[in-house]
Structures are given as C-alpha cells and as structure tokens.
C-alpha cells in the first residue's frame, strides 16, 4: 500500500515537474490551461480546485503583492476526516478497541467496568453512551504504562495488520487521494505541510512520513504526559495515564502556536473542530487560504455534517460560506476518493 | 550585527562548498587534511574537533557501517551557555528585569514585594536570593495578560536595543562563533538542527532564525499557558500567567520526543540541566555524538562549572568523561568566542 503510494506521489512530482516544463517552454494561455489541468488529478475541474491552484499561483508569483517567502508558506492539516476517514468511527478508537482486547487477560476487573466491559462486550451503543470522557479512558488506561518506544512498535504492528470493517482493507487504504496530489501540489510549491489534528501525537507519527510524506517532527497532536525515568540502565519515557493537551477547538490554535511558532497561510479541515484553526489561519496578516471537505459522498465514502457525533461541520459550515472559504464537495469535486480505486479502474 | 553573522554564515557555507569542490577534485590523504582545515575555522585543530568532523564523515558515509539517512540527521542544542553565553545571569532575566521597570509605574505594589522590589532596588542580591521560585515569578508576572503577537514585538525591539553590562553589546552579539560553524557544517552535512532550550519558546522565536539559521519551528523550551480568544473580533492567542511545561533537565528528553518525535544523533550543551538530553540522545541505537561545552576562559568568555549558580556543570563533566562525550575546553579548543573578535582582528 505505501509502496503504491509512494509510487503515485513519485508520478505526480513528475507529472508536476512535466507540467512546470511546459509552462516555462511554452508561455501562451492555452498551454497554461493545459498545464493546470495536469495538476491534481484527482480533483475535478471547478471552483474548488481552482481556488487552490489560484491561491499558490498568486503565492508564488514573485512579481505579484500576494508573494510569500517559501519559509512562511506553511499549510497545516486537520487529519481524521480531512486526509483520511474517521466514519464509523475515530481510527484510533478501533486502536484502543483492539488494545483493550489484547490487555484483556491482565485486567479482570474491565469484565464489569464501563467503558471496557462495553468493548469486550462489542457493545457500541453502550461505548457510544459512555461519551468522549468514556473514550478518553479506554485511550488512557491502554496507551498508559509502556515506554514510547514500545507503544510505537505496538501502532507499528496494528496500522500494519488491522482492518477497517466496511472496506476490510488497512485504514490507510482510506487515505483521500485528492488530498495526497493536494500535499504534494504545496510541497513542490515550497510549501511546508504539517497535520494539526485532535488524534494522539503519538498514534500517528509511526506512519504518516510513509503515507503522507510528513516527518514526525511535523506533526501536532494531543499528548498525554510523560516521564523520563531509568528501567535497566537505560533512560525511556514512560507514557503517564494523564492528559497533557488535547489538540482540538480552541485548543489548534494552541498547537499551532507552540509547536510551529509561526502563524499557517493555509489551513485545511472537515469539522466544527477544526474551526478556530481555519479562524486563526484567516486572521493572519498575507494572503491566505481555507477549506474545509464536506462529506457528501454517502456511497464512495459517507455522508454527514451538521448532525453527526462525529466530524460535526455546522458552524464551520456557515463560517465558511460566510467568509468565502472553499468547500469541498467530495462527491462533485473529487474524481476518486481513495487511492486503491485508481488500481482498481 | 546580525546583517555581519549572516555574511560570515554565507562567507562559511562558500568556503565549505569550495572544500568539498577540493575534496572532489583531488582525492589525496593531503589534500583531503587540508580540506578539513578550512572546516570549522574558529576551531583549533584537537580531539574536541577531530571528534565532530569524524562523527560526521562516518554517518555521511554511504559505504560505512554508521551511515545514517538524511532525516534522522536530527541534531539538538541547548542555548544559554551553549550558543550564546549565560553570565553574569541567563539573558532572558535581564528581559524580565526591563520589563519589571517598564510596567512598574503599573504596579505600584511591586515596590514592597519581592522580587519587583529587589529588580526595582537594582539589588541583585536580594534578587538571587528570591531562588529559581522568583525568577520564574518575574517571567510569569511581566510576560502575562499580553497577546503572543504583542510579546513577540517586545521582544523583537528589546534585542536590538538592549546591551550586555560587561561588553556593553546587543546580547545577540554574546554567540558563539565557533558554535555558528558548527552549526553550518552540520546542516552542510545534512543535519536538521534543533534549539532545546530551558529558555522561554517565545523569548527565542522572535531573532533565533536570523542569528542561527534555526527557524522557529525548530526551537523547544519552556513555555506558559496560552487561551485562545476574541478581541476586537479577531482571534488572538493570550499568555496566561501558569507554567505548562519547563524544558529542562528530565524536561528535556520530554520536549524533544513532543516536538520532534526522534531521538537525535546529536546533542549539544553545557551544563547538568543538559545531561539527560545527552543521555537520552547517547542511549539511541544508532551512532551518536554528545558534546559539551566547558567554560574555561575566564579572560574572554567565563570560567565555571561545579560549583556555578547558573550553568553547573557537576555530575555531567563527570558522566561525559565516563562515557568518552567530547569535551570543549573553550580556552584551548575556540580560536575566538564571538564574531565580533573577527572584525577586530
């Protein structure tokens, strides 16, 4: 999978490069459509994506008043749901589901405890009742105790052999397509891209440089606490059953400004809780750029906003029509969804 | 001042690509000696250098054992006494100070508390006796209630016009001119390079970028609570008056896997409050290399170290010499401390 990946997002530099060629070869405006509509292939051709090739075209433009320097184009991206699913469920708590499953044996006392006993009962409307605070816990008490390094073997393995259970493939087959040519689109612009995203920092780093291109040190997330302690003579962190930062709402601005230091020109979410981002981001002095993905594609992949438990977008949704945001709609402005369906045409 | 480091950082990268052009060009064991020579010019040539240029032939190396790719080419350093000097008090408190004095006409209880009172008696005794619990009161109290954009230019205009007491220069002329070689030769080499510091995130970030080439994405330290709120109608970030976490000591191990998630090959710093970083650092499974820096030049720089309120350099001098860690003898080993020394030259 992340070998076919990795060999797309090398054809799409390519074609990229290709298309840059062109341009510079051939100046009149026939040719600069043609070379337009070999970027993002994935993406259909209308306002959506035309914002986005408008919005780098006039970053990049060193004669124009829009130019940005390349060290402050830096492009921040929520991830559940805006650069993979997060339907029927948050990936992670499929994660914490099989951990808590796995832990089992050592803890007798879950059999009779919400919200384990839920799980081991695979009781999802009793999980679903036991809220966020009830998902909190699962997390806590099964990611708690080991070191980092044994928790990032353990996230290793799982992201390797687990399935998601509509499309029996490994979650990051559900990675968006549209969204992987988009990464690599603002890189090959001299944009910096970074995932600011509500899901642990430490589920996500052990894949996502392979499947998205983004080095653990871009990456943002929620934390729980740490120790540094000695166990046989040699320094671990110990991962610590306390919450240290939830990196969601209010608090992605928080995220963005401790960890990157410098405020994004371009922000992409799919949720109510990716708003204060998209604020943040708008707010700044230059030119800049947000959009939120509206899923509205209930057969290739889900439909929901204003009323979903998860990935709620109503407010958001409001804001941007307000503001002039861009809004994605997956089912019109994407050609495939996910990579897989580019194998399977 | 730091138009003059930029150009010496630029006079450094030429000589460092004419070097490698040499190296390239003709492959004798002499010229490849001579080639090393123009590396690190502020350096005497000694073991403490040899150990660096070794350390990055060895994992520049394709055909050795020790090779490592470019990005796990992670390398840290610790600031106060490491890149910038740290006596006769970390720089940051002379900060605090001016701004006691500057927003005192606000307070008018400051004048019977300490430690406002000593700051405002100039009684530097009193102030040192207020302990490390004082000095953190100082910070909190005058970098509080102000949105991180008007910090960000208070800091901007104080480290341009304010002076050292004993070279009566901008603090950002109190840098270390071999530590900016070394941080050139690591980044020529491959090298991202990475500020942990247990100075305040937000003191660094404004002038780091400009003076060591280290964006603000790449600075760890300490840093307070923030809250995300509207003013005027625009989000704005609000320094709040808590701690949220203090990169120092155990701190530092804990900073680095929250904001870089690697462990670095390399690490830099002067005193105990680095020794965990090295440890951690020294404990990876690939090749790595510590440093620390003693300070021995009590004529140009500042002699100190075990027994030193401020950059106590005890149980890690120790451990460096146990673990074979290459140790800086700043009198021996530096052919000039500041960049300034070059222009008088």
């Known amino acids: ?5 990795k060999s797309k997002i090398r054809a799409i530099g390519y074609s990229f490069i290709f298309g840059l060629i062109l341009a510079i070869s051939l100046s009149c405006s026939v040719q600069q459509q043609k070379k337009e509509t070999a970027l993002l292939p994935s993406w259909n051709d209308g306002q959506a994506k035309q914002s ?3 919005f780098v075209n006039r970053v990049t433009d060193k004669t124009g008043d829009d130019y940005i320097v390349p060290s402050d184009r830096i492009a921040v991206f929520d991830n559940d749901g805006t650069l993979w699913s997060e339907q029927p469920a948050y990936f992670q708590l499929f994660f914490a589901i099989d951990r808590v499953k796995a832990l089992a044996s050592d803890h007798p006392e879950w059999k009779d405890k919400q919200p384990f006993k839920a799980v081991l009962e695979n009781d999802m409307e009793a999980l679903a009742a036991s809220g966020e605070h009830g998902i909190i816990e699962l997390v806590m008490a099964t990611h708690a105790g080991m070191t980092t390094a ?3 073997q353990i996230v290793r393995d799982w992201i390797r052999t687990a399935k998601h259970p509509r499309f029996n493939r490994p979650f990051t087959d559900l990675v968006y397509q549209p ?4 990464l690599n689109f603002l890189r090959d612009n001299g944009f910096k891209t970074f995932i600011v995203s509500g899901g ?3 589920f996500m780093r052990p894949w996502v440089e392979e499947v998205y291109g983004i080095p653990p040190e871009q990456v943002v997330g929620s934390m729980g606490k740490l120790k540094f302690e000695f166990r046989d003579g040699k320094p671990v962190l110990v991962k610590l ?3 240290d930062f939830i990196d969601d709402k209010d608090g992605k601005p928080v995220g963005i400004h401790r960890f990157i230091g410098k405020r994004p020109i371009a922000a992409f979410g799919n949720s109510d809780g990716d708003l204060q981002m998209l604020q943040w981001t708008a707010a700044g002095p230059k030119t800049h750029f947000c959009l939120y993905v509206h899923h509205t594609d209930e057969e290739r992949e889900w439909a929901y906003d ?3 438990p998860i990935g709620r977008l109503d407010k958001g949704l ?14 019109v402005d994407w050609k495939v969804i996910y990579p897989f369906e580019l194998q399977e045409r």
Chains 1, 2 share one sequence.
């Open 1 to 5: 999978m992340a070998g076919f990946i």
């Open 306 to 308: 204003r009323n979903s």
């Open 200 to 202: 642990g920092i430490e």
């Open 52 to 54: 986005i090739i408008d």
């Open 318 to 331: 409001d804001e941007a029509r307000k503001n002039g945001w861009t809004v994605v709609d997956m089912k």
């Open 241 to 243: 059953p306390w919450i």
């Open 150 to 152: 044994e928790f990032e």
């Open 179 to 182: 969204m992987l040519e988009l």
